[in-house]
């Protein structure tokens, strides 16, 4: 089915320790994005790529590295996982129509807890 | 200052009821876009309907429609006819601009419980 993959699903990691969150499209969709959420909040903006070759830090980009490896996969990394980045990452991509970008889809996210 | 005001944070409702879900935001920004999307207990974020700043229509897709208020900044979501698989968190966000940078600013969510 065609969409936004995720990898993994769930991971637990320890204080200290780092992991690479991986991120597929087959939309050819230009841009891409990582969002965490977290209990009571809405989605934030960790890091994005507008396209393939650029990325940007969005809201809470601290702790936290992204590469856009082709058009296709967006990865994101904690290179010394913390407490605090216990929660919801999604994954997105959106194209851009005339210029505006109407539809934005979404991976089925990653439930990462660091003890 | 919050861009995204979600002022319900949970709702019941009766089945077969409509139900009329808040969303005000702020922008000095003319060019936007609004956006609802629900999430249901699994977790996914599924994209429910789209406005423009300069459309001139209401959005309307199936069941749900946007009830877009430009002067006032609000755009609520309104679900007609509700059915318990509409029980899930929806978030209202918001796009401003033309530029590359298309992220979304979202809401707290809604939670919305559906009665049988």
């Known amino acids: 089915n065609a969409g936004v993959t995720q990898t993994p699903k769930f991971q637990v990691l320890k204080t200290g320790q780092s992991m690479t969150l991986q991120c597929a499209q087959d939309m050819n969709h230009n841009s891409m994005y990582w969002y965490r959420q977290d209990p009571g909040m809405g989605l934030r903006l960790i890091y994005y790529s507008a396209s393939e070759g650029t990325t940007d830090k969005g809201e809470v980009p601290n702790g936290y590295n992204v590469s856009r490896l082709n058009k296709r996969e967006f990865s994101l990394r904690l290179e010394s996982a913390a407490p605090s980045q216990t929660s919801v990452y999604f994954c997105a991509s959106s194209e851009a129509v005339g210029g505006v970008a109407y539809g934005y889809t979404f991976g089925s996210g990653t439930r990462l807890t660091v003890v | 200052a919050q861009k995204i005001t979600q002022t319900q944070p949970g709702m019941f409702v009766q089945e077969k009821e409509a139900v009329t879900l808040d969303c005000t935001y702020d922008t000095s920004d003319p060019s936007y876009g609004l956006f609802w999307y629900k999430q249901p207990s699994s977790g996914e974020m599924i994209f429910l309907i789209y406005q423009g700043s300069y459309d001139q229509q209401n959005a309307t897709e199936g069941r749900y429609s946007l009830n877009f208020q430009k002067a006032r900044k609000s755009a609520n979501l309104v679900i007609s006819a509700s059915q318990l698989g509409d029980s899930a968190m929806y978030f209202c966000?918001?796009?401003?601009?033309?530029?590359?940078?298309?992220?979304?600013?979202w809401g707290a969510g809604t939670k919305l419980i559906i009665k049988p």
């Open positions: 966000a918001m796009r401003e601009g033309w530029d590359s940078n298309y992220q979304l600013i």
